[in-house]
């Protein structure tokens, strides 16, 4: 497999080596009226597929056909576009000043397009800070900083939004829906995430409300759009943590386009940091192509391909952990036999042909396809020894063990297997009528899942696995019980079909603008027979004031047809009565761009409810999530979040965000029982409850700078706070984790510059820039708890021993482009 991976991008390189003659180059840069740099302005040859952005300092450079005369625009958002014709020779460079007036044409009654993207429940994010961003867990740390969203695992790139747990968020990519390995259950295990940052062209996150052409998920949706190349480039880094190359570029007709991804990432050395001492060897690969191919100029089409392998191995050997308080100092001494070895196999594979009928009407069919193999074995023996600490202040021993209170053992085992197929077929058309911005599709999907699971734990700790019947008198001395068992074959095949339509509409109202949207989603699973429908509607509006402000509402009904881990029972049988989880969105919001320090700032605030009924309770142990099967549940979501972005640091973006938020749920029949000073036990139903992923406060900070006058040097750092989640299995209601604190820091030096031209000799000639980063994480080796393992003393107390993430870890990383 991996020969053929690299077959295949020898083949691109010389492919873009063989189309690169006969060519001029222009280079330059945008500016504004008042000598600004101008970012992300549009420049391209008229009539023809080449051209790029430009960059922060409003820099662009590009490769045109020579002898030939051609037209270069320039365009960007609010000003008017600017056209110039050149003829270039063979091998000559030209150099461009180009300033750009602000527009004041007079819209139209209607224009859909740019203009409605601040109405949207969405916010556009810049991929260039996903390769900023010091992170160990992969593209979506871009997100984590966001107010609506949170995280307690760096190790892991999922994440939680407005109170859903990791299942109720969509994933596309180009359109296509992104599946995650199912039996993931650490951070540990989890490696590459789908999204290769280094092929990302654009990012759209939306938090809640979003439009019915998006799928059936309660909380959240990512929408990422590959790159389509212009012209030959690409990106080597390298680091402590793994290897990347990245090669993009176009055929000499520009018809063919190939955006290529190759990824190997190894966690050793951060698990290295962790408590549990042992032997990692954590190896993850990804490769991914994004094709395209223009057969004419209305037909497009393309095919994305990825194939994603994750190889967990893992030896423990020994393990020391104090905890407590003043009052109570614990240490636990745990020694280890066995070893783990997963394995996750992830592979999808999408066509899609683009017909632009005409300039309004475009539509897309799309046939798709996933597989995962993932297999889990692992068979652990640990023995633990649990001591009191000497507390005494000023005493001598202070610190050291006074006295050993539990001793005690357990024995985990699993061997699962499940190989899972996902077919898809779709539809999607977008057609612009007049002042409407119509919107249609339909799916279908064919789901099957093959699941073998053999796991079972036995805990000899002070009685727990002894064998007494229900009378407290002994059962049979020759059996012992195991404290947990999971065993089942389950096959499971299903069909899905979806259909959505919806519309769009922005009219101006006296120098105001009013933006509506509507639209009906419709869902139907044959598992259990169960036919959904979708209203779903937002509304935007920008009043004619002199400060510039946009104010959004959205509501609808969020259905979510169970997958394959919701519809297992407790008990392990499936329940083919099970019904979606459903929640009713209701989120205002606004947005307000201003000036500060003459730079431009925005301040966006969000204000949600989410009523959600028939939910399906789970559990959540580090990342892996167990669902009780049933829909026992009802609960709510709300809260308030704020986020200010904007040049804080003249020509970079950073941001800071907070979010008060609170997530609920009553499950049918939960209970606990309390004793009193008497020894009566009382049975107490609980009632409202925070859910698993209740995080009442989110708070994070990502800032850029550099050194004046040496902006070669830059520095970035991210800091994330998040109060405790609730704990799972313990004594009492509503204890909570410790919060979440973490630090991150990067610190960059551009080693060659794109103006930088070196001697023929040199062999980094190639490259326009490279950058040499140090990268500091955890910077206060703060003890981030992610879950406990629990234990038990001689006097039959339970402890819940806290499992530690990664400590305080130093990379270097290497980023050269070409």
Same mark, same amino acid.
Not at 367 to 396: A, F, H
Not at 670 to 687: E, H, R, V
Not at 794 to 809: A, F, S
């Given at each position: 497999?991996?020969?053929?991976?690299?077959?295949?991008?020898?083949?691109?390189?010389?492919?873009?080596?063989?189309?690169?003659?006969?060519?001029?180059?222009?280079?330059?840069?945008?500016?504004?009226?008042?000598?600004?740099?101008?970012?992300?302005?549009?420049?391209?040859?008229?009539?023809?597929?080449?051209?790029?952005?430009?960059?922060?300092?409003?820099?662009?450079?590009?490769?045109?056909?020579?002898?030939?005369?051609?037209?270069?625009?320039?365009? &960007?958002?609010?000003?008017?576009?600017?056209?110039?014709?050149?003829?270039?020779?063979?091998?000559?460079?030209?150099?461009?000043?180009?300033?750009?007036?602000?527009?004041?044409?007079?819209?139209?009654?209607?224009?859909?397009?740019?203009?409605?993207?601040?109405?949207?429940?969405?916010?556009?994010?810049?991929?260039?800070?996903?390769?900023?961003?010091?992170? =160990?867990?992969?593209?979506?740390?871009?997100?984590?900083?966001?107010?609506?969203?949170?995280?307690? #695992?760096?190790?892991?790139?999922?994440?939680?939004?407005?109170?859903?747990?990791?299942?109720?968020?969509?994933?596309?990519?180009?359109?296509?829906?992104?599946?995650?390995?199912?039996?993931?259950?650490?951070?540990?295990?989890?490696?590459?995430?789908?999204?290769?940052?280094?092929?990302?062209? @654009?990012?759209?996150?939306?938090?809640?409300?979003?439009?019915?052409?998006?799928?059936?998920?309660?909380?959240?949706?990512?929408?990422?759009?590959?790159?389509?190349?212009?012209?030959?480039?690409?990106?080597?880094?390298?680091?402590?943590?793994?290897?990347?190359?990245?090669?993009?570029?176009?055929?000499?007709?520009?018809?063919?386009?190939?955006?290529?991804?190759?990824?190997?990432?190894?966690?050793? &050395?951060?698990?290295?940091?962790?408590?549990?001492?042992?032997?990692?060897? *954590?190896?993850?690969?990804?490769?991914?192509?994004?094709?395209?191919?223009?057969?004419?100029?209305?037909?497009?089409?393309?095919?994305?391909?990825?194939?994603?392998?994750?190889?967990?191995?893992?030896?423990?050997?020994?393990?020391?952990?104090?905890?407590?308080?003043?009052?109570? @100092?614990?240490?636990?001494?745990?020694?280890?036999?066995?070893?783990?070895?997963?394995?996750?196999?992830?592979?999808?594979?999408?066509?899609?042909?683009?017909?632009?009928?005409?300039?309004?009407?475009?539509?897309?069919?799309?046939?798709?396809?996933?597989?995962?193999?993932?297999?889990?074995?692992?068979?652990?023996?640990?023995?633990?020894?649990?001591?009191?600490?000497?507390?005494?202040?000023?005493?001598?021993?202070?610190?050291?063990?006074?006295?050993?209170?539990?001793?005690?053992?357990?024995?985990?085992? @699993?061997?699962?297997?499940?190989?899972?197929?996902?077919?898809?077929?779709?539809?999607?058309?977008?057609?612009?009528?007049?002042?409407?911005?119509?919107?249609?599709?339909?799916?279908?999907? &064919?789901?099957?899942?093959?699941?073998?699971?053999?796991?079972?734990?036995?805990?000899?700790?002070?009685?727990?696995?002894?064998?007494?019947?229900?009378?407290?008198?002994?059962?049979?001395?020759?059996?012992?019980?195991?404290?947990?068992?999971?065993?089942?074959?389950?096959?499971?095949?299903?069909?899905?079909? #979806?259909?959505?339509?919806?519309?769009?509409?922005?009219?101006?109202?006296?120098?105001?603008?009013?933006?509506?949207?509507?639209?009906?989603?419709?869902?139907?699973?044959?598992?259990?027979?169960?036919?959904?429908?979708?209203?779903?509607?937002?509304?935007?509006?920008?009043?004619?004031?002199?400060?510039?402000?946009?104010?959004?509402?959205?509501?609808?009904?969020?259905?979510?047809?169970?997958?394959?881990?919701?519809?297992?029972?407790?008990?392990?049988?499936?329940?083919?009565?099970?019904?979606?989880?459903?929640?009713?969105?209701?989120?205002?919001?606004?947005?307000?761009?201003?000036?500060?320090?003459?730079?431009?700032?925005?301040?966006?605030?969000? =204000?949600?409810?989410?009523?959600?009924?028939?939910?399906?309770?789970?559990?959540?142990?580090?990342?892996?999530?167990?669902?009780?099967?049933?829909?026992?549940?009802?609960?709510?979501?709300?809260?308030?979040? @704020?986020?200010?972005?904007?040049?804080?640091?003249?020509?970079?973006?950073?941001?800071?965000?907070?979010?008060?938020?609170?997530?609920?749920?009553?499950?049918?029949?939960?209970?606990?029982?309390?004793?009193?000073?008497?020894?009566?036990?009382?049975?107490?139903?609980?009632?409202?409850?925070?859910?698993?992923?209740?995080?009442?406060?989110?708070?994070?900070?990502?800032?850029?700078?550099?050194?004046?006058?040496?902006?070669?040097?830059?520095?970035?750092? #991210?800091?994330?706070?998040?109060?405790?989640? *609730?704990?799972?299995?313990?004594?009492?209601?509503?204890?909570?984790?410790?919060?979440?604190?973490?630090?991150?820091?990067?610190?960059?030096?551009?080693?060659?510059?794109?103006?930088?031209?070196?001697?023929?000799?040199?062999?980094?000639?190639?490259?326009?820039?490279?950058?040499?980063?140090?990268?500091?994480?955890?910077?206060?080796?703060?003890?981030?708890?992610?879950?406990?393992?629990?234990?038990?003393?001689?006097?039959?107390?339970? &402890?819940? =021993?806290?499992?530690?993430?990664?400590?305080?870890?130093?990379?270097?990383?290497?980023?050269?482009?070409?």
């Amino acid at each position: 497999m991996y020969k053929r991976i690299c077959v295949y991008i020898l083949f691109f390189i010389f492919l873009s080596v063989v189309t690169n003659a006969q060519t001029a180059f222009i280079n330059g840069f945008v500016y504004d009226v008042k000598s600004n740099p101008v970012q992300f302005a549009n420049v391209s040859v008229e009539n023809q597929s080449i051209g790029t952005s430009t960059d922060k300092y409003g820099y662009f450079e590009f490769s045109v056909p020579s002898n030939q005369e051609i037209t270069i625009k320039v365009s &960007y958002l609010s000003y008017q576009t600017y056209t110039e014709k050149l003829k270039l020779v063979n091998g000559e460079q030209k150099e461009l000043k180009i300033y750009l007036k602000e527009s004041y044409t007079v819209l139209p009654e209607a224009n859909i397009g740019a203009n409605t993207e601040r109405f949207a429940p969405a916010v556009r994010l810049n991929p260039e800070i996903s390769m900023n961003i010091p992170t =160990v867990g992969g593209f979506e740390d871009i997100l984590k900083a966001l107010p609506s969203v949170s995280s307690n #695992n760096e190790l892991s790139s999922q994440y939680n939004v407005r109170g859903g747990n990791f299942d109720e968020n969509l994933i596309f990519v180009n359109d296509i829906e992104i599946y995650r390995p199912l039996l993931i259950r650490s951070g540990q295990q989890e490696g590459l995430s789908f999204i290769n940052s280094d092929m990302v062209s @654009a990012i759209v996150f939306s938090a809640g409300g979003f439009d019915a052409k998006y799928g059936d998920k309660m909380s959240s949706v990512l929408d990422i759009k590959y790159r389509k190349p212009k012209e030959f480039g690409g990106t080597v880094s390298a680091s402590l943590l793994g290897a990347n190359i990245h090669i993009e570029g176009t055929s000499k007709n520009h018809l063919l386009k190939y955006n290529t991804g190759l990824r190997y990432k190894t966690t050793k &050395y951060l698990l290295s940091s962790m408590d549990m001492a042992g032997q990692y060897d *954590p190896t993850y690969l990804d490769f991914q192509a994004f094709v395209t191919y223009d057969i004419s100029e209305k037909l497009e089409l393309s095919f994305l391909g990825n194939i994603n392998n994750n190889v967990y191995s893992f030896i423990p050997k020994d393990r020391e952990t104090s905890w407590g308080t003043m009052d109570e @100092a614990l240490k636990i001494m745990m020694y280890f036999e066995g070893q783990e070895l997963d394995k996750f196999t992830n592979s999808t594979a999408a066509f899609t042909g683009t017909y632009k009928a005409n300039q309004d009407l475009t539509m897309k069919f799309i046939v798709s396809g996933y597989y995962t193999s993932e297999k889990e074995s692992y068979d652990i023996l640990g023995q633990y020894y649990l001591n009191e600490l000497d507390k005494q202040l000023g005493s001598d021993n202070m610190g050291d063990s006074v006295a050993n209170i539990g001793v005690g053992s357990y024995l985990n085992h @699993a061997r699962n297997n499940l190989n899972g197929y996902v077919l898809s077929s779709k539809y999607l058309a977008d057609y612009k009528y007049k002042n409407h911005d119509f919107s249609w599709g339909v799916q279908h999907n &064919y789901e099957l899942f093959d699941y073998g699971v053999h796991e079972w734990e036995m805990v000899d700790s002070a009685g727990y696995s002894m064998p007494y019947n229900y009378l407290g008198a002994v059962a049979n001395r020759e059996i012992v019980p195991l404290f947990f068992t999971d065993i089942a074959k389950i096959n499971m095949a299903s069909n899905r079909f #979806n259909a959505f339509f919806q519309d769009a509409y922005l009219i101006e109202i006296d120098s105001a603008e009013l933006s509506l949207g509507g639209g009906l989603r419709f869902n139907y699973w044959d598992f259990n027979n169960e036919f959904l429908v979708s209203p779903r509607m937002s509304v935007g509006f920008r009043p004619n004031w002199k400060k510039n402000f946009v104010f959004r509402f959205s509501t609808g009904l969020y259905h979510q047809p169970p997958f394959f881990k919701e519809v297992r029972k407790l008990d392990g049988t499936l329940n083919r009565d099970i019904k979606a989880q459903s929640s009713f969105h209701l989120v205002l919001g606004s947005d307000y761009e201003f000036t500060a320090w003459n730079r431009p700032f925005k301040l966006v605030t969000e =204000v949600f409810y989410k009523y959600m009924y028939n939910l399906i309770p789970y559990d959540i142990d580090n990342v892996k999530i167990r669902y009780y099967g049933e829909n026992l549940a009802q609960g709510y979501s709300t809260g308030i979040e @704020a986020k200010v972005n904007g040049e804080f640091v003249p020509g970079t973006e950073s941001w800071i965000s907070i979010a008060l938020s609170q997530t609920m749920e009553d499950i049918e029949g939960d209970f606990y029982k309390s004793k009193d000073a008497q020894g009566n036990i009382d049975t107490i139903y609980l009632g409202m409850i925070p859910r698993p992923t209740d995080q009442r406060l989110n708070f994070g900070i990502f800032f850029q700078d550099y050194i004046p006058k040496h902006e070669t040097w830059q520095a970035y750092i #991210n800091i994330l706070f998040g109060t405790g989640l *609730p704990v799972e299995k313990a004594d009492k209601p509503y204890p909570r984790f410790k919060p979440y604190r973490r630090v991150d820091i990067g610190i960059s030096k551009q080693l060659k510059g794109d103006y930088k031209i070196l001697p023929e000799s040199n062999p980094f000639r190639h490259f326009k820039n490279i950058w040499l980063t140090l990268e500091v994480f955890n910077l206060l080796d703060i003890n981030n708890e992610i879950s406990y393992t629990y234990v038990t003393d001689i006097r039959g107390w339970q &402890y819940g =021993v806290p499992n530690y993430l990664t400590g305080l870890r130093v990379n270097l990383k290497l980023i050269m482009r070409f």
